[in-house]
């Protein structure tokens, strides 16, 4: 199956630093790829969507300047949290597509981020 | 808008079989996906319903009814690490998909 990693799995920074978070396909090419929030026992929370090549799409509330998403090529796309505060701290999840009949979405296994 | 109700947690035994339903109201839906996702990691897939009717992989079976806009997910011969959160996602003709708050259940022996 469709395999998607994610770098680093957890991360701790200071308040006021900025992290990249990695999301890579595997073994395809992703057309768009989709970034998630997950604070505990919450569901999952569409953070912005991204196509290859072009700006990423971000969802209401979703501030673009804070969480710079880039997808440079089929396989990788990046989310960097910029100046981070303790409020950030949460659960980051990628998925990638190929877009097809299905638009199935195959999941990164998440970053955990700390902000101390 | 779209809107999607599933059950908040559900207790069963193990060995027995579960139905865990989910409603929706969506405009121009393109599909709805059953997730589990154990707590700490990511969602995995488990199956896929386009057309009416039942899918069934293994132990486990989705059906999906769209004219009544729900869908259940049923486990059977329940394990104990069958304990997860079932995540109910509908996805549209834009692309996009929209999340269930989860079902968390737990089995117990």
């Known amino acids: 199956g469709a395999v998607v990693s994610q770098h680093p799995s957890r991360v701790i920074c200071k308040s006021g630093t900025s992290v990249k978070i990695e999301c890579r396909s595997l073994?395809?090419?992703?057309?768009?790829m989709f970034w998630y929030r997950q604070f505990p026992k919450q569901s999952l929370m569409l953070m912005a969507t991204?196509?290859?090549?072009?700006?990423?799409?971000?969802e209401q509330g979703v501030e673009k300047d804070k969480f710079l998403i880039n997808h440079a090529s089929l396989t990788l796309s990046t989310l960097t949290v910029t100046s981070a505060h303790p409020e950030d701290s949460s659960f980051y999840i990628c998925s990638a597509s190929q877009r097809g009949e299905t638009y199935e979405q195959y999941f990164g296994p998440g970053t955990r981020l700390t902000v101390t | 808008g779209q809107n999607i109700d599933q059950p908040t947690e559900m207790t069963a035994t193990e060995g027995a079989i579960v139905q865990i339903n989910c409603t929706y109201q969506?405009?121009?839906?393109?599909?709805l996906f059953w997730y589990q996702q154990h707590a700490g990691e990511a969602p995995t897939f488990l199956s896929y319903n386009v057309l009416d009717g039942l899918e069934e992989k293994g132990r486990f079976s989705s059906f999906l009814s769209r004219s009544k806009g729900y869908s259940y997910l049923l486990l059977k011969e329940l394990q104990m690490k069958d304990s997860a959160s079932y995540l109910c996602v509908v996805n549209t003709n834009a692309g996009k998909s929209t999340f269930g708050d989860g079902t968390t259940l737990t089995v117990k022996p």
């Open positions: 991204s196509n290859e090549g072009s700006k990423a799409t971000y």
């Open positions: 073994d395809f090419q992703a057309t768009t």
């Open positions: 969506t405009s121009g839906f393109n599909g």
